[in-house]
């Protein structure tokens, strides 16, 4: 299972990348010492036999697994989906997350290429996170819950900027850090494709509880609703389409104070923005999820 799995994930192409750069330095690292062993006027051939016998032939066989990849992690999905451990381990939680992705989110164009990925691998840590360090899909729902609120408050955030409101306006809608009308195309997009990752994420993270406890949760139909009408707003934002304002009625989430909702905004952001893998900025974003 583990040496299916690992295999599995390098059809993602920031596996291949991230495995390719660390391959290539192990191979410099090890034709550097040939050459310290056999001397210097060997050190064209050493360099030939680490390049073209080892290097070369591993890397290929790397990329030839962007398409076997995904086959792999389906298989290895549909080999567990059914067992009541499928939530045993890191591998099966994020096995089980991705599938769970696919079946509920459909990201909105303005997303980025790797946008998926992310809220895939944010999804499976804050489920691995919070299973082990607090127990039970009850702590994947007090997690939805928390990204749901700042859902909520971004969004209002957003409506009420646009609409030319003050900051903090519009029924408490958030501080103005989490919008600003005012600031660049670049930094808008930025800000947008986070919000349409924030509600791939909490959906997913309801689906991930309903799944793993066996029952649906008790505003899980208002939350996906939530992340939908998240999702089609940023987008007809960001490009720019016509549509109607943001209106969308839903649950009394917990309060959350403006520290942490900037603190939440301000590492989801940084995340999404940031090259994948980002191990450390997600790290981040998942002690204030906690916090």
């Not at 299972?1 to 690992?6: S, W």
């Not at 290895?76 to 059914?82: A, C, G, N, P, V």
């Given at each position: 299972?583990?040496?299916?799995?690992?295999l599995?994930?390098?059809?993602?192409?920031?596996?291949?990348?991230?495995?390719?750069?660390?391959?290539?330095w192990v191979?410099?690292?090890?034709a550097?010492?040939?050459i310290?062993?056999?001397?210097?006027?060997?050190?064209?051939f050493a360099v030939?036999?680490?390049?073209?016998c080892?290097?070369?032939?591993?890397r290929?066989?790397?990329?030839?697994?962007h398409?076997?990849?995904?086959?792999l992690?389906?298989e290895?999905?549909?080999?567990?989906?059914?067992r009541?451990?499928?939530?045993?381990?890191?591998?099966?939680?994020?096995?089980m997350?991705e599938?769970l992705?696919?079946?509920?989110?459909?990201?909105?164009?303005?997303?980025?290429?790797?946008?998926?990925?992310?809220?895939?691998?944010a999804?499976?840590r804050?489920?691995?996170?919070v299973r082990?360090?607090r127990?039970?899909?009850h702590a994947?729902?007090?997690a939805?819950?928390?990204?749901?609120?700042?859902?909520?408050?971004?969004?209002?955030a957003?409506?009420?900027?646009?609409a030319?409101?003050?900051?903090?306006?519009?029924n408490?809608?958030?501080p103005?850090?989490l919008?600003?009308?005012?600031?660049s195309?670049?930094?808008?997009?930025?800000?947008?494709?986070?919000?349409a990752?924030?509600?791939a994420?909490?959906?997913t993270?309801?689906a991930v509880?309903?799944?793993?406890?066996g029952?649906?949760?008790?505003?899980?139909?208002?939350?996906?609703?939530l992340s939908e009408?998240?999702?089609?707003?940023?987008?007809?934002l960001?490009?720019?389409?016509?549509g109607?304002?943001?209106?969308?009625?839903?649950?009394a989430?917990?309060?959350?104070?403006?520290?942490?909702?900037?603190?939440?905004a301000?590492?989801?952001?940084?995340?999404?923005a940031?090259?994948?893998?980002a191990?450390?900025?997600?790290?981040?974003?998942?002690?204030?999820?906690?916090?």
């Open positions: 299972m583990n040496l299916r799995y690992a599995s994930t390098l059809g993602r192409p920031a596996a291949r990348r991230a495995f390719g750069r660390t391959w290539m191979c410099a690292a090890g550097l010492v040939t310290l062993a056999v001397g210097p006027r060997h050190a064209f030939v036999v680490w390049a073209v080892i290097f070369a032939p591993l290929i066989a790397v990329e030839a697994l398409s076997r990849g995904p086959a992690r389906r290895l999905t549909r080999s567990i989906e059914q009541d451990d499928r939530y045993a381990g890191p591998e099966r939680v994020a096995l997350v599938a992705f696919a079946k509920e989110v459909l990201l909105p164009r303005l997303a980025p290429p790797d946008l998926r990925d992310k809220v895939i691998d999804a499976a804050v489920s691995q996170s082990r360090d127990g039970g899909p994947i729902l007090r939805a819950t928390v990204c749901a609120a700042l859902l909520r408050r971004w969004t209002d957003i409506a009420a900027g646009e030319g409101a003050p900051p903090g306006d519009a408490g809608a958030g103005g850090t919008w600003d009308s005012q600031t195309v670049q930094d808008q997009w930025g800000t947008l494709r986070a919000v990752g924030l509600a994420l909490t959906k993270l309801i509880y309903e799944d793993s406890a029952v649906p949760s008790e505003h899980g139909a208002s939350v996906r609703a009408a998240a999702m089609d707003y940023v987008d007809q960001g490009l720019r389409l016509d109607p304002a943001w209106d969308v009625e839903g649950p989430f917990q309060a959350l104070p403006p520290e942490r909702l900037n603190r939440l301000e590492t989801w952001t940084t995340f999404c940031a090259p994948a893998p191990p450390r900025r997600l790290r981040a974003f998942l002690e204030a999820v906690n916090g």
